[in-house]
């Protein structure tokens, strides 16, 4: 059994390789046939890759011609653009000359016409004045002797001129004249007011006696405010009343004495010291010296004295004749004032 196997083992390993030579060989000729269709295959690709080549030179150098041609036309199109833009501008500009010249013909046409117009007008107007020449000539004529009739007028009118002049001068003198006469008469109705003034503070003084708070001074009568009210007050004290009415008898008299044409009043002034009065009656100085003052001119008229030779004024703190801050000088300054004067 043994050996039956050693001889099928020996009779296979001598077929083998008959079939691998064979294998071998049919490779090999596989090998060959790839390889020569690798090669023809190859030269098949260098062949058209040659030939594609050619080609694209060969359109790449129709591509340029193309471009050179294009470029040509660009350059062609874009001179003759340029011509056609010129072109219609020189038309334009014709258009516009030719509309130009036509409206100057026109305007000269009616230019002409109205000249024409113009002329004939000129010829009507020379013929009218040619008319009024004469007429023009009259009328210088009659003004000529129109303007040495007022020449005369003129000489006329100056000798009554100087005339008046001279009248005037005398007038003139006249009236400086008059004036100093006049300006005379002033002075002696003022001495004589002065004098009934100076007769009236004298009587002034006998009736009220010689009082240290009635006083005289300059051309004024003066009262201490505290002789004929209480503080603060504008109601008359009986002392004060009684005062007043001497004062109105004695102006009684002298309204009878003074004449006529001296036009006079009695000023009654009212003022007070420079301390503020603050009251619903009275909301400051002004109303407290102005009421006092009336007060005094309403007992004035009531004794007899006529009302158009009063005049009531108030000046409240503001005509002071102490200056000072004491006691002595606030009791100066609230006064009543009396001044006989001219209106």
């Known amino acids: 059994m043994s050996l039956g196997r050693a001889s099928r083992r020996r009779r296979a390993d001598t077929n083998y390789w008959p079939g691998f030579v064979d294998a071998m060989a049919t490779l090999l000729l596989v090998v060959t046939f790839l390889l020569s269709v690798f090669m023809v295959v190859q030269f098949i690709i260098t ?12 359109l790449n150098r129709q591509i340029a011609q193309l471009t050179e041609l294009l470029a040509l036309e660009t350059s ?25 010249l036509q409206g100057l013909i026109d305007a000269a046409g009616d230019e002409a016409k109205q000249s024409a117009g113009r ?3 000129l010829a009507s107007e020379l013929e009218k004045h040619k008319e009024l020449g004469a007429s023009a000539l009259a ?23 100087e005339a008046s002049e001279a009248r005037d001068e005398q007038s003139q003198t006249q009236i400086a004249d008059l ?6 008469a002033l002075a002696r109705k003022v001495q004589e007011l002065a004098r009934y003034r100076s007769d009236f503070f004298g009587k002034l003084r006998e009736i009220l006696g010689d009082r240290e708070d009635v006083r005289i001074e300059g051309d004024r009568f003066v009262f201490q405010a505290e002789v004929l009210f209480p503080t603060g007050s504008d109601v008359m004290n009986p002392a004060g009343v009684q005062q007043i009415d001497k004062l109105a008898g004695a102006l009684v008299q002298l309204e009878r004495q003074i004449p006529q044409e001296i036009n006079w009043v009695l000023r009654v002034d009212g003022h007070t010291d420079l301390r503020p009065i603050a009251s619903v009656e009275f909301p400051s100085n002004w109303e407290l ?10 007992q004035l008229i009531s004794q007899g004295v006529p009302p158009v030779r009063l005049v009531a004024a108030g000046f409240g703190e503001f005509q002071p004749i102490d200056t000072g801050n004491t006691e002595e000088a606030y009791r100066r300054n609230r006064r009543i004032e009396l001044k006989l004067t001219e209106k």
Do not use: M, Y
């Not at 062949?47 to 694209?56: F, H, I, P």
């Not at 010296?289 to 309403?298: E, F, G, K, L």
């Open 76 to 100: 062609n199109k874009t001179t003759l653009e340029d011509s056609l833009a010129s072109l219609r501008a020189t038309l334009d500009s014709t258009k516009s000359d030719n509309t130009r």
């Open 289 to 298: 010296s102005s009421a006092r003052a009336i007060s005094v001119v309403r």
């Open 47 to 58: 062949q058209v890759a040659s030939g594609k080549d050619n080609a694209l030179q060969k």
């Open 119 to 121: 002329a004939s007008s």
């Open 139 to 161: 009328r210088v004529e009659l003004l000529n002797q129109q303007i040495a009739a007022l020449r005369r007028q003129i000489a006329s009118l100056e000798d009554a001129l």
């Open 179 to 184: 004036g100093r006469r006049l300006n005379l």
